[in-house]
Structure formats: structure tokens, C-alpha cells
């Protein structure tokens, strides 16, 4: 079963604009991770934030989490073309290491 | 650092036969996962190894699928006999080990299979 939904589903964007993707999970979460996927590619990570942490920084990228509300965003600063790809978010319940991925966010950045 | 290898990368099959994915992960990461992902949807846990141990199998359909992870290090997924359903991307991923706080899972670039 998937743990995460993302929102929205698709985003299209200018290249320079900033791009905001949402994710709501259902249970108590150790962390919650972000990856991204390059058409045709495999997953990569990009950046993990723990339970008890509110918001977390990596170059262009700023995820925060809210666990009263089961979500997080990721937001991607000043986007390029080569941002587009797909965005994941998957939680880690403390499950042995387990990840439950989400839908999904179909990125399309426009230069 | 090498990353995860996989191989084929694409494989093209008719219903009812069989198909074998094969996954070599980091060196040096205990675990390994293999992962469904059908089109426009997230990958889904088939089965997670620890060394050469089964942790978490619960998704995976036992009746046609199957898996090994030989000596602890590359790793084999089956199917037999394949579905039209299982036409996805199967993606290996493995981690330094599990259980742990910081659990950043490094995936293979996947095997695009499409059953006819």
C-alpha cells in the first residue's frame, strides 16, 4: 500500500520560478525521505529529514515536515531545466529500514 | 564508488514464460531491496535482504515470484510465469544496513520489462 500522496500530481513551470511539492502520509514516521527520478533512470536521493526535525537545507532544496499534520513539502529554489523529472517522497517507519514511496510529482520545467 | 549494477536493462516476454532480473548492490551494503514500479506510480517493496537473509517479503506474489540473494552479495528476482501485470520497471536498491536512522537506499538504474 502506498504510505504517501502527493500533491500536486503534475507542476509545469518556468525555468527561474521556484516549485513546491506536497506530501501527506497516514502513520507515525522515523523519517521521511525525498527522491528524485530522471526519465528512464533509477531513483536518487536528495535529501532526508528525521522525525524531529522541522526544516532541512541541501543546496537549492528546503523540505520541512510537519508531523502534527503527516506532511512535508519540498521546495526547489530558482529551478532549471534539468529539475524536471519525477519527485518522490517515502517514509521510513522504523520498519527495518523500509520505504513506502508515494505517487508521485511529475516535474516539467520550461526554459 | 561503483553504484548498484542491474542487468538486462530492458527485456521484452510473452505471457506465461519466465524472466530473471539479476542485481549486483554497493559494495559492502548488508541490505538489498527489490522494488515494482508500474508506470505513473511509486515503487512498491517487493523483498528486502539483510546479507543473504529475508526480512520483509510480504508483497511479493510467492505464487510466480521468487528471489535469492546468494552468499550475501548480488541478488536474483524471478518471475515464473509472467503476467501481463508485470509489466514494470523492477528497481534494486541496497543500503548500508537497515534498521539504521539514516537509511538512504541507492538504486540501480532498473530493468524495464514488458510482458506481450
Known amino acids: 500500500s502506498q504510505q504517501g500522496e502527493e500533491d500536486p500530481q503534475a507542476l509545469s513551470i518556468q525555468e527561474g520560478e521556484n516549485a513546491t511539492m506536497n506530501c501527506s502520509y497516514k502513520t507515525s514516521i522515523n523519517n521521511l525521505q525525498w527522491y528524485r527520478q530522471n526519465s528512464g533512470r533509477g531513483l536518487v536521493h536528495l535529501i532526508l529529514i528525521r522525525s524531529n526535525e522541522r526544516e532541512k537545507h541541501s543546496g537549492r532544496l528546503r523540505v520541512t515536515l510537519d508531523t502534527s499534520k503527516k506532511s512535508s513539502s519540498l521546495l526547489i529554489t530558482a529551478s532549471r531545466a534539468a529539475d524536471t523529472a519525477s519527485y518522490f517522497c517515502?517514509?521510513?517507519?522504523?520498519?527495518?529500514?523500509?520505504?513506502?514511496f508515494g505517487q508521485g510529482t511529475e516535474l516539467s520545467v520550461k526554459p | 564508488e561503483a553504484g548498484v549494477a542491474q542487468s538486462p536493462r530492458y527485456k521484452i516476454i510473452e505471457k506465461r514464460q519466465s524472466v530473471a532480473f539479476w542485481c549486483n548492490p554497493i559494495?559492502?551494503?548488508?541490505?538489498l531491496y527489490w522494488y515494482q514500479q508500474i508506470l505513473g506510480q511509486g515503487p512498491k517493496l517487493l523483498i528486502q535482504?539483510?546479507?543473504?537473509?529475508?526480512?520483509?517479503d510480504s508483497q511479493l506474489p510467492k505464487d510466480r515470484f521468487s528471489a535469492e540473494r546468494l552468499k550475501g552479495v548480488d541478488s536474483t528476482l524471478k518471475i515464473q510465469p509472467a503476467k501481463l501485470e508485470d509489466s514494470a520497471v523492477y528497481l534494486c536498491?541496497?543500503?548500508?544496513?537497515?534498521?539504521?536512522?539514516?537509511?538512504?537506499?541507492?538504486f540501480g538504474p532498473g530493468t524495464r520489462l514488458t510482458v506481450l
Open positions: 535482504f539483510q546479507n543473504n537473509g529475508v526480512v520483509d
Open positions: 559494495s559492502g551494503h548488508a541490505t
Open positions: 517515502a517514509t521510513d517507519r522504523n520498519q527495518g529500514g523500509k520505504l513506502i
Open positions: 536498491a541496497s543500503s548500508r544496513f537497515s534498521g539504521a536512522t539514516l537509511n538512504e537506499q541507492f
